[in-house]
T-cell receptor, first 111, second 113 residues
Framework: QKEVEQNSGPLSVPEGAIASLNCTYSDRGSQSFFWYRQYSGKSPELIMFIYSNGDKEDGRFTAQLNKASQYVSLLIRDSQPSDSATYLCAVGADSWGKLQFGAGTQVVVTP | SAVISQKPSRDICQRGTSLTIQCQVD?????MFWYRQQPGQSLTLIAT?????????ESGFVIDKFPISRPNLTFSTLTVSNMSPEDSSIYLC??????????FGQGTRLTVV
């Protein structure tokens, strides 16, 4: 059974601080890794993807991938109240791009 | 990224009836996927909609319950058949872009009463 694990939270973060979200996956054949943001009642929105080991930065977001440890993380710098949402980690293993999702981490940014 | 239009956006249905959800994409895409998000849960892949052939269903999902059509490279439908309250979920259509990123339609919130 392929699994993607995330802490459910809620993760409470003061405004302006760094939010750190973690995700582990069980399938060593996984090739693509995604972070989606989902506001309550809305569909998931892609915010980051990463394919290679190391860090990838996009604005206030940094994704980190360590395939040896089967670990992917997302850092949100200078957290804003608008970052309050559920963040879904998704992992793709085959060429069709089918994704397996974690349960999501709820982030609450407090003013 | 592709623009994905999904309808209806929400519906309330009687148990035992069926609902067909439509997904329209503004460009031709090879792969289309249907996901379900039950209340408080994450997304679960129902099936991959293949153009010109039968859909490929994931474990736990069957064609009789979730028939899927894919008549061309820009359109797909998912039908939720013989509905029960357990089918109350958000149903999401997604497409795979060139770099294998999956983008989602706005979803269909289904309530079965």
């Amino acid at each position: 059974q392929k699994e993607v694990e995330q802490n459910s939270g809620p993760l409470s973060v003061p405004e302006g601080a760094i939010a750190s979200l973690n995700c582990t996956y069980s399938d060593r054949g996984s090739q693509s890794f995604f972070w989606y943001r989902q506001y309550s009642g809305k569909s998931p929105e892609l915010i980051m993807f990463i394919y290679s080991n190391g860090d990838k930065e996009d604005g206030r977001f940094t994704a980190q991938l360590n395939k040896a440890s089967q670990y992917v993380s997302l850092l949100i710098r200078d957290s804003q109240p608008s970052d309050s949402a559920t963040y879904l980690c998704a992992v793709g293993a085959d060429s069709w791009g089918k994704l397996q999702f974690g349960a999501g981490t709820q982030v609450v940014v407090t003013p | 990224s592709a623009v994905i239009s999904q309808k209806p956006s929400r519906d309330i249905c009687q148990r035992g009836t069926s609902l067909t959800i439509q997904c329209q994409v503004d460009s031709q895409v090879t792969m289309m996927f249907w996901y379900r998000q039950q209340p408080g849960q994450s997304l679960t892949l129902i099936a991959t909609a293949n153009q010109g052939s039968e859909a490929t269903y994931e474990s736990g999902f069957v064609i009789d319950k979730f028939p899927i059509s894919r008549p061309n490279l820009t359109f797909s439908t998912l039908t939720v058949s013989n509905m029960s309250p357990e089918d109350s979920s958000i149903y999401l259509c997604s497409v795979e872009e060139v770099a294998r990123e999956a983008f989602f339609g706005q979803g269909t919130r289904l309530t079965v009463v």
